[in-house]
């Protein structure tokens, strides 16, 4: 080969790498454009994942995002906040393990994905449903949910809400709403008992005055009588007026005389019991319905007793014997007169309806006994009925809570009797019971402001 030959053969082979080489600094350069940009796009795709988080962070509810296999692969702080769970416990777990088992199964029929294959938005719908924590306990939670579709996945937004603080002012709420009521019934009942008590006042007493008028009377007709019979034993040991002595005595035999000085004096003196006792009921029933004031007197508390008792009368005498045992060295009280009497009433009731329960052949026994104890006037109310069960004296003061059949309890008595003596008197009330033999409730009220009460009279 002669050189001019090898010297073109070595132009095109340097030529050709030189190609080559340009052809791979191309393609490297391409790729490495290429994987600067991969890296931008991951960094981007990681700040956006991070400027998401830190939103649903910032959100004030709990926000999970479900995927078709009910796992969580997102969770915001406020849900590791409600559930009492990390974030790595949350992710670990299959959805609907953050409902009360009573609400688990209804929780599935919630689901986006399945309600908006239907067609149904529930982006603006609530539900209420039960949550559990880690520690177990459940709250009440609201729910609103939608579908989210993501790199060709569908995914579940579910975003909870606790509700607990809600529906606790919603509870109280209604309870105050029901107090006001109950407040305003006994306030219309007060007045129209005090007018009927007052009504009543004048006929018995018109109707006392004669009974003691005929008692009178009638004491001064036996004296005439025995005068009378004095004077026909005379006429008759004398022989005179023989037909007008017969007459007479036929007289006292046909209104049968000896029945009546016998029975009409216990007549007379049973009708005036009877009055006395309508005169005391009336009486109570006045002072019991007196319109309540909105601040606190000195009371005698044996008294309050004593009038309520008279007023319940009904609700106990065929039932039980009540036998008091009243301090009589106890201080006056200060306490919200109409309020007192109301708790006592209630506490009464109570008593006889648990001592009913029990269906005895026999009457059963209320024992209401006042005393003095470390500072604080106390009230013990105790019945021989069926008791009370540990599991119901930790719900026995709760609004609507009653163990007693139709009809028989509204189960707001003790509540509002728990709330008078607790918020609107400073004072306690508790409960001992044995199931089977009675309870015993005991309503303390402090004396702390009786003295400053006393100076400011």
């Avoid at 454009?33 to 959100?59: G, P, R």
């Avoid at 049973?270 to 029933?285: H, P």
């Avoid at 009589?328 to 109301?342: K, M, W």
């Avoid at 309890?409 to 400073?426: D, E, M, V």
Wanted: charged share 30%; aromatic share 6%; with cysteine.
């Amino acid at each position: 080969m002669d050189a001019e030959v090898l010297k073109k053969r070595l132009a095109r082979e340097k030529m050709a790498r030189r190609q080559a080489e340009n052809l791979l600094e191309s393609k490297s350069r391409e790729l490495f454009l290429a994987s600067e940009q991969a890296q931008k796009s991951a960094q981007l795709v990681k700040a956006q994942s991070k400027q998401l988080q830190a939103v649903l962070d910032h959100a004030m509810t709990a926000i999970f995002l479900v995927d078709e296999n009910e796992k969580v692969v997102r969770a915001n702080r406020l849900a590791e906040l409600t559930f009492e769970m990390s974030k790595e416990e949350l992710l670990d777990m299959s959805f609907f393990e953050i409902f009360a088992d009573e609400a688990r199964d209804k929780a599935h029929g919630f689901d986006a994905v399945a309600e908006l294959d239907q067609e149904v938005d529930t982006s603006s719908t609530s539900i209420e449903s039960v949550g559990r924590r880690k520690c177990g306990s459940t709250f009440p939670m609201e729910l609103a949910i939608t579908q989210l579709d993501l790199d060709d996945k569908k995914f579940t937004v579910w975003i909870c809400r606790d509700i607990s603080h809600r529906k606790e002012a919603e509870n109280e709420r209604a309870k105050l709403q029901l107090e006001l009521s109950q407040a305003q019934k006994l306030e219309s009942l007060g007045t129209l008992a005090s007018g009927i008590a007052h009504e009543i006042n004048t006929p018995v007493q018109y109707v006392s005055d004669n009974g003691h008028f005929l008692k009178d009377a009638f004491t001064d007709l036996i004296t005439v009588l025995d005068a009378q019979k004095a004077l026909l034993e005379a006429a008759e040991a004398g022989g005179v007026l023989a037909e007008q002595v017969g007459a007479v005595k036929k007289s006292e035999e046909e209104a049968d005389i000896s029945f009546l000085r016998e029975e009409v004096p216990g007549s007379i003196e049973q009708t005036l019991d009877g009055v006395s006792r309508i005169s005391k009921i009336v009486t109570a029933i006045k002072e019991f319905s007196h319109p309540g004031t909105a601040e606190k007197s000195l009371i005698d508390i044996n008294k309050a007793i004593e009038t309520t008792l008279t007023v319940a009368r009904n609700e106990w005498k065929y039932i039980a014997e009540v036998e008091t045992d009243f301090d009589e060295n106890l201080p006056q009280v200060p306490c919200l007169p109409g309020e007192f009497n109301q708790v006592v009433l209630n506490m009464v009731i109570n008593a006889a309806h648990a001592i009913e329960s029990v269906k005895k052949d026999d009457l059963g026994k209320i024992t209401i006994k006042t005393l003095t104890n470390d500072g604080k006037a106390e009230i013990r109310i105790t019945d021989t009925g069926c008791g009370i069960s540990e599991e119901n004296k930790k719900q026995i003061f709760d609004p609507f809570f009653t163990t007693k059949g139709v009809g028989k309890g509204t189960g707001q008595g003790l509540s509002i009797a728990y709330a008078s003596i607790t918020q609107k008197h400073g004072g306690t009330i508790t409960v001992e019971s044995t199931v089977g033999s009675g309870t015993t409730f005991i309503i303390q009220l402090p004396l702390s402001e009786a003295e400053s009460m006393k100076e400011a009279v």
